[in-house]
């Protein structure tokens, strides 16, 4: 019994470590946002967030941020300059990469703080761009922001699986034709012209017209 | 229901088989010219009867030329890369026998006539020194168990001959201190002494020599055992006759050769070019040092361009006058070949780095002089803004006076016969190098990887001028592949009427990393003052939206550091460009990176501002960027669908393909396709291709992508084909922006397709408005151009009833039908390249295709709807118009004299 239990216990910590191992494939577990407010003046961190991309393919985010940040945010918004967001995704083995992206500032303001930040990730799941997108792309009523609150979505994408030739389904439908002129044969053995004459007859007729018509043919 | 569809087949099956050429239009618009490559080795035809030379080159070609000519009179192609490398040739009376490959080696036998195959056999081999033939027998120097071995094969047949033999390691120290010369190894030991062995008997002894060096080469071809041995840049000649080491001093640095004259005498012939226009030859007996006086000459052409001469092979006979006469092949530096007689002149010249094409751009002609008159008098300030247009009424009446005083003296010439006509045999002259009508003669310019520019009459063929880039500059490297690179811009169309066109050349330093620009007129290969070497290394141009004063589209040039530099500098534009976005991607380490520059209108002091990253994990190459062509138009926006609704097109004009290449331990190797928006820097779509590898190609045109990838799991060659569409509803319909534009990504339609054969090259047509559909020019290996429309790759090909009009149901195996082929009978080898330019005819492409041929043609994707055919009877028309008019105003006499009568009754 003991023994069982024992080797029930190895089994149990194989397919654990086995599980561990395929799983941590350097999985994502934290994200790291720096924004840029002065445009030249470097980034300043804003928002951290825990990433589990084995329970989910997105994550909302929370931040407030403070009021001077606010007004140089709005400040950008009015010149028309560009929000940089520096994004670093870190891995559960401490790998750190950072990205960046932007979009325009007054963009950031005009959809009142919800921005939406697309993680692209490649066939083994590691990231290798980010993109960032506001919910509203106006860049009116600046004025009326009546909120201090950054929400943030984030969104992983991973790529699709390429095309490939679709033979099997050519070759059914092959199939069921031979096997729909097969059955045609047997229901009625008229013969060609009995059968068809109603396309051969045109067709002719077509052929007589377009061989008058044609005077190379009458020399 | 099926015979339906059978119909539909056969019907559709009528459509697309127009593409043929009729027998009397072959060669009419196009043409191939068949070259060999570098030439490595080479032996002429003792036989004066058959008057031929034997050339095997480095593009593994084995072909026979005839000496009168040059003329290709056979050739054949081995295998591709260094499995077909061929490294010895043997002439014998009847065969020549090469020898290829590296570790399997293939000795194959030629028939000197026709080049037919007489025999083949194959021997397995490792670390092998040498190779070399003696008393017609093989010898394989290798080492093998710190021992050199030299085994024997009888080369017709392949058995193993009796004799091997064994020598000290010692004898061979490295290839660059060693040197093998008919037989006999060559090596500076320890003490920078010159030994001699010979290899061919058993118990041979090294012959010391008492000469010191630090460099040694062999002289190609010799008879007997010669070497080059330099000395602190000090060349002289070593060579052993009888077992005795004889040294002979040369006076100048010069390409030697060696031929056995008669029994014990020997003919050494050296050649030179100390400039570029001047050939210098000498002729003495090796021996005793008697000059020849009927071998030495000096020639100077003004039309050659001679870098580097070496001679390869000699035939030399005595004439009647009891003179020696020698014909000798001449290789150059810019792998030219040609074939001088000496005494006497260069007959004939190949330029074979043709065959090694790096970048080429078919440049549009200028305007004659008296269109250009015309133009600048009607011209207004948007359409030529590089000269001034007096607008005042007096001024623009003496212009109108002159410049049809200057059309009716052109007329008068004409007429008498003055000037001939621009149709008549002198193309390629100055006179004729103008636009033509319908945009259809262009010039092609061509930079070769041996460092020269071709400027090619597109219409002949003819090269009308070639610039060597030796003593500008190299050209820079891709990481990833290793090929040549050197990026081309045309700063200056010739739409500008007082300014001559300029293209500009990135190339590198011979020193250092840093850029050197070469500006250039593409029309006539003139270059003033072309040469500016940069302070920094380039790694990424952009033409700006506007132009400077001078008429010249100005480049912003990033340097390594990311800083932005404007090229030319110091000339202000001529108005304020939008802020402007670059990216820039490195192939190794998989960084893009994307910038935006906002240029000041002074073309002064300005910086970059880096705006977007990504960054692909660390195996990840980036193998190709795809952008669609900076000329193409999309005449329509959308695709009608059978309900009449209208599923718009996702048109970005800022998005470019990456295709990234990582190696996968399931999948062998993942092949990634994104689409990437290079100003916002978003990827709007990936999609990965697993156990994909090389031969990889893809295309980008309007809304659609093709990926063409050998699939190591089917082996075969597939195209993966996507297209973009918005949808119903058109987005981003008022004004596109990139920045800030819609989330919604557009969807993607993908099918996949098989191509029964292997892709060298694949380009899609363009033409100038773009209402003409595409094809997709395929060059396979077989040597086939194939035109493919690209509704057989439409990815909405109907699997089961066709949805939409003229849809063609889908079928995974792409047609290759012998009369899609463009190039009928003419078989391109090795293609590296197509390159597809628009003529000003909207049905017209110019499709000019580029490897160890040249091939130049043109298309028609959808019929030559705009032009008249050749055979367009005019007499007919015109009788018939003029014979409807007269009755038309005979009957209408007739007809209201017959109302008069009728008024009358």
């Known amino acids: 019994m003991t023994s069982f239990k024992l080797l029930v216990c190895l089994f149990c910590i194989v397919i654990s470590d086995f599980c561990i191992s395929d799983s941590s494939y350097d999985s994502i577990s934290n994200i790291y946002l720096e924004h840029e407010l002065i445009p030249g003046a470097g980034f300043i961190k804003y928002n951290s ?32 300059e560009l929000y940089r967001l520096k994004v670093t ?33 490649d066939h083994l799941d590691s990231p290798f761009a980010v993109n960032l997108a506001t919910t509203f792309s106006n860049c009116n009523n600046l004025h009326d922001l009546s909120t201090n609150k950054f929400t943030t979505t984030v969104f992983f994408r991973r790529p699709e699986s390429s095309p490939v030739p679709d033979t099997a389904t050519y070759i059914q439908k092959m199939e069921r034709e031979r096997e729909a002129r097969e059955k045609g044969k047997s229901n009625n053995n008229k013969s060609m012209l009995g059968k068809y004459w109603m396309y051969i007859l045109p067709l002719v007729i077509f052929m007589m017209i377009a061989g008058a018509s044609n005077p190379e043919t009458r020399q | 229901m099926t015979f339906k569809l059978v119909i539909i087949v056969l019907l559709f099956s009528f459509i697309f088989v127009t593409n043929g050429l009729y027998e009397d239009q072959a060669g009419k618009f196009d043409w191939k010219q068949n070259y060999i490559g570098e030439v490595k080795f080479s032996s002429i035809d003792v036989d004066v009867k058959t008057k031929r030379l034997y ?72 670390n092998v020194l040498y190779w070399f033939v003696f008393n017609g027998l093989l010898h394989n120097v290798y080492s093998s168990n710190g021992l050199i071995v030299v085994d024997t094969y009888y080369i017709e047949t392949g058995v193993k001959g009796k004799a091997t033999y064994t020598f000290p390691a010692h004898w061979f120290n490295g290839f660059d201190r060693c040197a093998l010369s008919s037989g006999s190894l060559a090596c500076f030991d ?35 055992p010669a070497f080059i041995v ?107 070949l040609m074939l001088l007689k000496m005494p006497g002149t260069i007959k004939w010249h190949r330029e074979e780095s043709l065959t090694s094409i790096i970048n080429v751009e078919l440049i549009d002609l200028p305007v004659s002089d008296i269109e250009a008159a015309i133009e600048k008098e009607f011209g207004n300030k948007d359409s030529f ?27 008068i010439a004409t007429v008498l016969g003055i000037i001939e006509t621009p149709s008549s045999e002198t193309i390629g002259t ?34 009308l001028w070639s610039v060597l880039l030796c003593g500008i500059g190299q050209f820079y490297e891709n990481k990833v592949d290793g090929l040549q690179l050197v990026p081309m811009y045309l700063i200056r169309n010739s739409k500008h009427l007082s300014f001559s066109p300029m293209s500009t050349l990135f190339l590198k330093n011979e020193d250092s990393e840093n850029t050197v620009l070469f500006t250039f007129n593409p029309i006539n290969g003139e270059s003033k003052n072309g040469v500016q070497q940069l302070p920094y290394k380039v790694v990424q141009a952009v033409p700006l939206p506007v132009l400077n004063t ?204 098989i191509l029964p054969g292997f892709l060298q090259a694949m380009k899609p047509t363009i033409t100038e408005k773009g209402i003409t559909s595409k094809h997709i020019l395929m060059a396979t290996t077989t040597g086939h151009l194939l035109e493919m429309p690209w509704s057989f790759l439409d990815p909405r090909r109907p699997l089961g009833e066709p949805k939409e009009e003229g849809a063609i149901p889908y079928i995974p195996e792409l047609p290759m039908s012998s009369e899609s082929m463009i190039n009928y009978n003419k078989s391109l080898m090795r293609v590296d390249g197509i390159y597809t330019t628009p003529s000003s005819l909207e049905s017209t492409c110019l499709v000019f295709v580029y490897g160890l041929d040249l091939f130049y043609t043109r298309v028609a994707p959808s019929k030559t709807f705009d032009v008249l055919k050749e055979d367009f009877d005019y007499l007919v028309i015109i009788i018939v118009t003029t014979v409807l008019l007269i009755s038309a105003y005979v009957t209408k006499n007739l007809a209201s004299q017959k109302a008069l009568k009728q008024a009358w009754k």
């Open chain 1, 89 to 121: 995704v870190k891995t559960l083995s401490g790998k750190e990469t950072s990205f960046l992206t932007f979009t325009k500032a007054c963009l950031i303001i005009g959809s009142k703080f919800n921005d939406i930040l697309t993680l692209h990730l």
């Open chain 1, 49 to 80: 967030i825990v990433v589990n991309l084995e329970t989910r393919n997105d994550v909302i985010s929370e931040t407030i941020i403070n009021d001077s940040d606010l007004k140089l945010l709005k400040e950008l918004a009015f010149n028309n």
């Open chain 2, 190 to 224: 320890t003490a920078n002494k010159l030994n001699i062995g010979s290899l061919t008997n058993a118990n041979t002894q090294l012959l010391k020599v008492d000469t010191n060096g630090d460099q040694i080469k062999a002289i190609p071809g010799s008879p007997i």
């Open chain 2, 230 to 336: 330099t000395n602190k840049n000090v060349e002289k000649l070593v060579y052993t006759k009888e077992n005795k080491v004889h040294i002979r001093s040369l006076k100048s640095r010069a390409s030697l050769f060696i031929y056995t004259y008669m029994a014990d005498r020997h003919i050494l012939l050296q050649i030179s070019s100390p400039t570029q226009e001047t050939i210098i030859t000498e002729g003495s007996i090796l021996e005793d040092a008697t000059v020849i006086e009927s071998l030495s000459s000096k020639e100077t052409k003004k039309t050659m361009k001679i870098s580097n001469p070496s001679i390869s092979s000699v035939f030399c006979g005595r004439s009647k006058a009891n003179t020696v006469n020698c014909v000798a092949l001449v290789t150059t530096l810019d792998q030219s």
């Open chain 2, 55 to 126: 050339v095997a080159t480095k593009k593994n070609v084995v072909a026979s030329l005839a000496i009168d000519t040059g003329d290709i009179i056979w050739r054949q192609i081995l295998e591709k890369g260094s499995d077909g490398s061929i490294e010895l040739i043997h002439p014998t009376k009847s065969k020549i026998i090469t020898l290829s490959g590296i570790n399997i080696v293939k000795i194959r036998g030629w028939d000197v006539n026709d080049g037919y195959l007489h025999f083949e056999w194959s021997l397995e081999t490792t």
């Open chain 2, 550 to 753: 001078d008429s010249v589209r100005s480049l912003v040039l990033f340097d390594s550091t990311y800083t932005p530099h404007l090229y030319p500098s110091n000339v202000p534009l001529s108005s304020k460009p939008p802020p402007i976005y670059i990216y820039i991607a490195n192939s190794t380490n998989g960084l893009i990176q994307g910038f935006t520059v906002d240029v000041p209108i002074s073309g002064e002091k300005f910086s970059a501002k880096e705006v977007w990253k990504t960054q692909f994990n660390k195996p990840t190459h980036i193998i190709a960027i795809g952008s669609r062509d900076a000329m193409e138009h999309i005449h329509s926006q959308g695709r009608v669908l059978s309900d009449r609704s209208v599923l718009y097109k996702y048109i970005n004009p800022n998005m470019v393909a990456i295709l990234t290449l990582a190696p996968d331990t399931m999948h062998k190797s993942v092949l990634t396709l994104h689409l990437l928006d290079a100003v916002s820097g978003i990827i709007i779509y990936s999609v990965v291709h697993k156990r994909a590898s090389h031969p990889i190609h893809l295309v980008h045109s309007e809304n659609w992508l093709l990926c063409s990838y050998y699939n190591d799991k089917t082996r075969r060659t597939e195209i993966a084909s996507y297209e973009l569409y918005n949808g119903n509803q058109q987005s981003n319909s008022t004004e596109f922006s990139s920045v800030g534009g819609s989330l919604i990504p557009p969807i993607v339609e993908k099918q996949a397709y």
């Open chain 2, 430 to 463: 100055k006179s004729n190098l103008v636009r033509d009508q319908f945009g259809l003669h262009k010039i092609i310019v061509a930079v070769t990887s041996a460092g020269k520019i071709f400027g090619i009459d597109n219409l002949s063929g003819e090269i």
């Open chain 2, 385 to 411: 803004l590089d000269h001034n247009v007096t607008t005042g009424a007096f001024s623009m009446f003496v212009h109108r006076v002159f410049s049809q005083f200057q059309q009716l003296r052109t007329l």
